[in-house]
């Protein structure tokens, strides 16, 4: 099955920083990579998300990228605010139908630091 | 994005109690829904897959007769926690996809049911 490397488990930034997050998964039929944003106490929050047959895809201070031929994908935050700290969950899934089905990475805590 | 519904947000229950978590679609109807379990600080863990008007497919290492699923509606699946003891106690949490967005098969999440066994 599926397994889905995210680093780093832990990331402190000052606030307006970028703040960058790695994920790299195993199967190579996955083609549908979300990210999800965890507040503590509340259920994860899709912010972005990206298929396989684009690169790159962007929405306002985030970013995703995609190397499909390295099987990894990365979150990118610019001008970091205090509000953005949160755990941060990366997944992948093959897609299509019931195939939707998530493969976690284990979550970066982000600290904004004002 | 599409709103997923989870309620209650929080129980507490007496050992050897059952409680049920219901998650529901509010503006879309959804075939397929998945419940999972998280831990502190760990991450996500499914634990099952609720198909509308058919069995649930569970993980491995998922009691079934533990964990009843009820998937009776498009728009409403029910996880029944039975028997519940302390090592039950966990952040419970649903998720649904929807299908019908332009972008396709993403997957949204309740607010997550914290649930407490004394």
């Known amino acids: 099955g599926e397994n889905v490397e995210q680093h780093p488990s832990t990331l402190s930034v000052q606030e307006g920083d970028s703040a960058v997050i790695k994920c790299t998964y195993s199967d190579s039929a996955s083609n549908y990579f979300p990210w999800y944003k965890q507040e503590l106490g509340k259920g994860p929050q899709l912010i972005i998300d990206?298929?396989?047959?684009?690169g790159e895809k962007k929405d306002q201070r985030i970013a995703v990228t995609l190397n499909k031929t390295a099987k990894h994908f990365s979150l990118h935050i610019t001008e970091t605010q205090p509000e953005d700290s949160a755990v941060y969950f990366c997944a992948a899934s093959r897609g299509g139908g019931s195939n939707y089905k998530l493969t976690f990475g284990k979550g970066t805590l982000l600290t904004v630091n004002p | 994005g599409a709103v997923v519904s989870q309620h209650p947000s929080r129980v507490i229950c007496k050992s050897g109690t059952s409680v049920k978590i219901e998650c529901r679609s509010l503006d879309f109807q959804a075939t397929t829904m998945f419940w999972y379990r998280q831990f502190p600080k760990q991450s996500l863990m499914l634990m099952a897959t609720?198909?509308?008007?058919?069995?649930?497919?569970?993980e491995q290492g998922v009691e079934k007769d533990k964990f009843l699923i009820n998937h009776a509606s498009l728009t409403l699946s029910t996880l029944t926690v039975t028997s519940a003891h302390p090592e039950d106690s966990s952040f419970y949490i649903c998720?649904?996809?929807?299908?019908?967005?332009?972008?396709?098969?993403?997957?949204?999440f309740g607010s997550g049911t914290q649930l407490s066994v004394l």
């Open positions: 998720s649904a996809g929807d299908t019908t967005g332009t972008g396709g098969e993403k997957l949204f």
């Open positions: 609720s198909n509308e008007g058919s069995k649930a497919t569970y």
């Open positions: 990206i298929r396989s047959n684009v």
